[in-house]
């Protein structure tokens, strides 16, 4: 938003990121028509229709264009805030597996560290199961090759990460690592990720109706082609410009529809996915550089004081 402040002429003009690529040959298309219409009223064709304003209401034209953005817009929203809560769960799960987990042995930190590491290839996962692409070496990063390989080939590499670290969360309750109600609250932070990947798995899945695309398209088309013999009469010459811009317009609007409805890709106005999943692993990695004042410096102490406990030295 600073930058559109700071910067509007240049965003205006602004090629990358915009849908003038997409819709300028279409535009043109209409353009060459209403030249070849300009040039037959020119030489005393009678193509000046102007009755036929009227076929296509502009209202009509205009709801259709601004309830077809609005529905893209919706998906575009609501594929962010379904991130969103991604992230957050993914963060307070994270804390309350760093700071509830009990350390007792020194594999119960690697084992902390393994499931954070696990959070950051849930999202990665995610990412890559929406792109409907196969899993890169990102993942390589944060886990092992072996669970990578066991990834790869199945249908939803993310419901297995979260099965891995639901595995992990109950063993570490029958390891008495957490109390009942400590995993009662991670087990729903872990619900929540996996309603996170429903919820755009269902944005991904529910493409536009198609019959209401086609009818869009059509009346887009119709109504741009008419527009020539409606000015000819007046504009002349000036025909074919008008017309290139008015259709720019139009094909403009339904495009930014288009481009926005399935926001998932790698496309400029898609969301920033990748740099999402950049951001979790540093706060992982932020995370794992503290330590919890609840737990103690000297864990061989506190293993000795358990075996004590637990009938005396050996």
């Not at 570490?172 to 309603?195: A, F, N, P, S, W």
């Amino acid at each position: 938003m600073s930058f559109e402040k700071k910067h509007w002429l240049r965003t205006a003009l602004q090629i990358k990121g915009s849908v003038l690529l997409q819709v300028l040959p279409r535009s043109l298309f209409c353009g060459g028509f209403a030249l070849l219409i300009t040039i037959a009223f020119v030489k005393g064709q009678p193509v000046s229709l102007p009755a036929l304003a009227s076929l296509i209401p502009n209202i009509v034209l205009g709801l259709l264009l601004v309830f077809r953005t609005n529905t893209a817009y919706d998906r575009f929203w609501e594929g962010r805030k379904a991130w969103g809560k991604l992230v957050n769960d993914t963060r307070n799960l994270a804390r309350q597996i760093w700071v509830a987990v009990a350390e007792v042995t020194e594999s119960d930190r690697a084992g902390k560290i393994e499931a954070l590491y696990l959070l950051v290839a849930f999202s990665v996962a995610v990412k890559s199961h929406l792109r409907q692409e196969p899993l890169g070496s990102e993942i390589e990063v944060v886990i092992s090759l072996d669970r990578v390989a066991r990834l790869k080939g199945i249908q939803n590499p993310p419901l297995r990460v979260a099965f891995w670290i639901a595995d992990y969360l109950q063993l570490q309750y029958q390891r008495d690592r957490v109390k009942i109600h400590q995993l009662t609250e991670m087990q729903r932070l872990l619900d929540g990720l996996v309603d996170s990947l429903g919820a755009c798995e269902r944005i991904l899945k529910t493409p536009m109706p198609i019959a209401y695309a086609i009818h869009l398209k059509q009346l887009i088309l119709l109504y741009c082609l008419s527009l020539p013999f409606q000015m000819v009469e007046s504009l002349g010459w000036w025909t074919p410009p008008v017309v290139v811009l008015i259709s720019f317009t139009l094909f403009g609007i339904e495009a930014i529809g288009i481009e926005i409805e399935n926001p998932f890709g790698r496309d400029p106005n898609d969301l920033p996915l990748d740099a999402i999943c950049e951001t979790m692993l540093k706060n992982i990695q932020d995370l794992t550089e503290l330590r919890p004042s609840n737990h103690p410096q000297d864990l061989p102490l506190i293993a000795a004081y358990e075996e004590q406990q637990n009938g005396g030295y050996s």
